[in-house]
Structures are given as structure tokens and as C-alpha cells.
């Protein structure tokens, strides 16, 4: 296990020691890989009988409040399965005053059969950066159960994590992006994390963090054993005003960390103060295991339909009436986006234009102002992007509308009114496609009984149950004011392309920041 910056811990053990009483004093957070620890009450780690244990290389300058020196001798133990860092965690905990060192062995943690850690040996919480990277000699599999048999070294920690913890216990550790985004044995190690964990956090590290030791993109996760995971936040942890990259010279420095310590809020109340921002965003787990495509890369949308109907008053044929056609027509689709994405926009582009509809239409002496087509691009903060197809004079189109996603993995395709789910997964180039296109049915009364295929019936369905208190608000004030300040932003797009127009074409060199109204 090779030292790298853990004093990254300064924030895990922040918002691992939430609702704790007593304090953990450690001045020096260097060289300190993993740290469990066994706590009623963080004073009781002093106490033989609740130990701390540090597995992994070179204890540096870990500074107790001790009652006595007799009392915590006895209190650290390790294992590590290199000499030289064996050696050097040996040297610095008799430099500091640890006499008697030989609770620290020199051995493999992962060669202990996993059945074999019984439940004296459980722990309230886990700070650890295990080795990733590495593979394991042939035959440390053979300890865990078939599902989660692997060689790679990171893999069979993190089941060995979830393992010691207690019911209630609280995990904060460093993996890599294919611990997350893997297939085969890191899936069902995965699945089994969120649903034996509340894996409620994921802060995403810049490239270059554990430079020179290696450029592998990390996490930091935060979970609780003994509930399900129901959602998850993600904090993209962004690079210091005028930095690229981390290097040896130029770490991350814990005062980057403040932002994140901020916005954290309390577990007690299910962080109810985080809120959503450029950095920050929250993903249902639903979202999450119906994720066949892998990470999702892109989405688009297409509606081809009819035009507007008339209204009362023909207050639909005026932006000044509606917020325009992006606003009135299209608030629903991004708000549809936000919720298959699972993040908030950052950057907006559309060009579009009225070519069709309403040319000959005079109201007061006035010519509608509303667009009939066009085509908006989205950024998303988690590195998603979205596409939506918009066309009001396509009312003979066989689909009205048709959703695409494409992740890492596969494509999945919607097609609505004919209810058709077709999967495609990746099969390399000129191998045999192995689409799979299921039907959805819907129920012949929601059919009857409103819109948009049903939808309409649904979303009156969730209201009136939401009103009585029979069940959850399913889309709130706030989602409605992010879709509508979406579509605004859209339309200042589309002004910004029609005053450049050249011909039948319609350009726009302005990207349009999308900022989200403070709550």
C-alpha cells in the first residue's frame, strides 16, 4: 500500500463524526490508508476494550487525547501485507510512543476466509483508502462467496467493508470509477452495497488527485449499513480557480474541501438542507438499477405532432402571454430530462423558428410570435448531455413522440403512442445486434380517460393522491420553476439566432448559462 495525500480523511471524518459525542484529535492525517474504529462515544477509544485499528502503511503523528499511555498500547492494531510499509508503521508508532507495537502483523487482510469475521469484530465506522489498482495472487478469491469472487484488490475490500460494519455503522472510502461503473462481479458487489447500505453520497474527485502515484479517476463514498439505498448525491469536487490538474508539487488542499463540509448537512434528517446546484445533484436508486445502459451519456427527445390548438382568447399565439413555445410547450420535456438524468443544466443552446404554422394568422393586426420547430441542446452538470427535436407541423408522424438514451453499455428507445421498449446493447463493430423490444401496455381506462397516452390520467392520479396525503408529492413547485427558467433560457437562445439569420439558416455562436433561482 503506497502513501498518497490522506489527509483527503479531513473531510471524510467530517461528516463521518456527525452526531457523535466526544472529538477525534488528529493533527497529522498523512499516511493513514484505513482506519476503523469501534466507537460508544469517541473518548471510549482510548479504552482497551475499543480499539482503534489501522490497516495499512505508515501511522503518522496520530494525535489522542490520552488518558494514559497504558490505555491505548493496546488500542491500535494492523495488517499489512508489504514489508517496507509494515516496517515503517511499526518505526512511527514507536515514535510515538506506542511501545509495544505487535498488535500491527505482517499479513494479507483479504487471506482471512470472509465468513471467518464474527461479530466481536464489527466496527461503528470505517475511514479507508484501500489499495486499487492491484490484483491479488490466485486462490485470495476462493475466501468469498462465488458472486463475489475477483482478484482485483479493491473489490474484495469493499465487501470485506460492509462485512465489518455494524447495523448503523458509517463508511467513508476512496474507489476508483470502475468499482462504480463495472460489469460482472463489481455489479453484484454493487448491488449488494445498495441494497444492505444507504449509500447516500458520492463526491467525484478531479483527475490528478493521486498523482504521481497514479491517474486513476476516484470517489469518495459515504454509506450507512442496514437500509436500503433510496437515492444518491453526487458532488462533482471542481479544480481551484486556474488549475488543470493536480501534481506532487500542487495537491489538493483541504481547504477545497469547505465548500462540501457547507453544503453537507445532517444524515438525522436525511440531509433535507442540500440543495442542488452546479456541483451537486441527486439520483433515484430507481433511476439508478433501471440504468441497463450503463452511465448515461446522452438523451433525446422528439416530438412531431400537430400544432397549437386554439384557446381562449388565442392567448397561446403570443410569447408574451405563454414565455413562447419553449416555455408553454417544451417545459415539460426538460423537466422530463432532469429527472432521466438525474442532474441540473448548466448550458443551453436552440435555434429554431415559426416556418409553418400561423403565417396567415392575425390577431388585432398582430402575427403569432410562437415557433413551430426547432432543436435545443443541453449540458448537464454530471457530464450528460440531451438533445430535443421539436416539430409542430409533423401531425401525420406515426409516433408523436420517441426518447433515446444511450449510455456506455447499450441504447434504449421509447416510442409512444405504439408503447414499444427496444434495448440495444453494444456488440462490437460488425457483430450480430442483439436487440430485445418489449411492449408496454397501458391500462385501455387511462387510455380513456385522458391525454399524451395516459400520461395525463397518471399525473391527475399521483395529484389527488399527494392532495389526500395517500401518497408522495411526485413533482414539486421547485421542479416546475426549474423547467420553466429552462425554457426562458431557451427562448433567449432562439432570439439570439433569429436576429443572425442568413438565409434558411438560423446561427447561433452564444451559449446560454443556465442559473438556477436560490431557495
Known amino acids: 500500500m503506497r502513501p498518497v495525500n490522506c489527509w483527503l480523511f479531513d473531510p471524510v471524518l467530517h461528516a463521518l463524526d456527525e452526531g457523535i459525542p466526544g472529538s477525534l484529535s488528529c493533527t497529522q492525517r498523512r499516511q493513514v490508508p484505513c482506519v476503523l474504529l469501534t466507537i460508544d462515544g469517541l473518548d471510549a477509544v482510548l479504552q482497551a476494550d475499543k480499539p482503534v485499528t489501522i490497516w495499512g502503511s505508515a501511522l503518522h503523528d496520530w494525535g489522542h487525547e490520552a488518558k494514559g499511555k497504558a490505555e491505548i498500547h493496546f488500542s491500535f492494531a494492523g495488517i499489512e501485507k508489504k514489508h517496507l510499509p509494515h516496517i515503517l508503521c511499526v518505526t512511527n508508532l514507536l515514535l510515538h510512543g506506542i511501545d509495544v507495537p505487535s498488535n500491527v502483523r505482517h499479513d494479507n487482510t483479504l487471506a482471512r476466509p470472509l465468513r471467518d469475521w464474527g461479530p466481536k469484530e464489527r466496527v461503528d465506522c470505517i475511514v479507508t483508502n484501500p489499495p486499487f489498482g492491484g490484483m491479488e495472487e490466485d486462490g485470495i478469491e476462493s475466501n468469498y462467496p462465488a458472486e463475489f469472487r475477483t482478484r482485483e484488490t479493491a473489490d474484495l475490500f469493499l465487501v470485506l467493508l460492509m462485512k465489518l460494519l455494524k447495523p448503523g455503522g458509517r463508511a467513508g472510502l476512496v474507489l476508483p470509477d470502475g468499482t462504480l461503473f463495472g460489469e460482472g462481479v463489481k455489479t453484484r458487489i454493487k448491488e449488494a452495497l445498495l441494497t444492505e ?76 438542507s442540500r440543495v442542488e446546484n452546479e456541483q451537486a445533484w441527486r439520483v433515484s436508486i430507481d433511476q439508478i438499477k433501471a440504468g441497463r445502459v450503463g452511465r448515461l451519456v446522452m438523451l433525446s427527445i422528439r416530438e412531431h405532432r400537430f400544432p397549437f390548438l386554439v384557446k381562449v382568447g388565442d392567448w397561446n399565439r403570443f410569447s408574451r402571454n405563454t414565455g413562447g413555445t419553449m416555455v408553454e410547450k417544451c417545459c415539460h420535456f426538460f423537466d422530463l430530462m432532469r429527472v432521466i438524468i438525474g442532474a441540473e443544466p448548466v448550458r443551453v443552446f436552440c435555434s429554431g423558428a415559426m416556418d409553418v404554422n ?15 420547430n426547432s432543436y435545443t441542446v443541453v449540458d448537464f452538470a454530471n457530464g450528460a448531455r440531451a438533445m430535443l427535436d421539436l416539430n409542430m407541423f409533423a401531425d401525420g408522424s406515426k409516433n408523436q413522440e420517441e426518447l433515446a438514451a444511450v449510455g456506455d453499455q447499450a441504447k434504449l428507445e421509447a416510442f409512444i403512442p405504439d408503447g414499444d421498449l427496444v434495448f440495444s446493447p453494444r456488440v462490437g463493430f460488425n457483430n450480430p445486434k442483439k436487440v430485445e423490444t418489449t411492449h408496454i401496455a397501458v391500462d385501455q381506462a387511462a387510455l380513456d380517460a385522458g391525454s399524451h397516452h395516459g400520461a395525463t390520467y397518471y399525473q391527475l392520479e399521483a395529484f389527488l393522491k399527494a392532495v389526500a396525503g395517500d401518497g408522495p408529492v411526485v413533482v414539486t413547485a421547485e421542479d416546475g420553476l426549474r423547467a420553466v427558467a429552462m425554457g426562458g433560457s431557451f427562448t433567449k437562445s432562439v432570439s439570439a439566432a433569429l436576429t443572425k439569420r442568413n438565409g434558411p439558416f438560423y446561427i447561433c455562436n452564444e451559449t446560454y448559462r443556465f442559473y438556477r433561482r436560490s431557495t
Do not use: M, Q
Open 358 to 372: 400561423h403565417l396567415d394568422e392575425r390577431y388585432g393586426g398582430e402575427v403569432p410570435d410562437i415557433i413551430d
Open 197 to 272: 447500505c444507504n449509500l447516500h453520497t458520492i463526491v467525484r474527485l478531479p483527475n490528478g488527485v493521486f498523482n504521481p502515484y497514479t491517474g486513476i479517476r476516484t470517489n469518495l463514498l459515504f454509506f450507512t449499513k442496514g437500509a436500503p439505498t433510496t437515492h444518491i448525491w453526487f458532488y462533482e469536487h471542481p479544480y481551484p480557480p486556474g488549475a488543470k490538474s493536480y501534481n506532487k508539487g500542487k495537491p489538493i488542499r483541504i481547504e477545497e474541501f469547505d465548500p462540501i463540509k457547507a453544503w453537507w448537512g445532517s444524515e438525522a434528517d436525511g440531509f433535507a
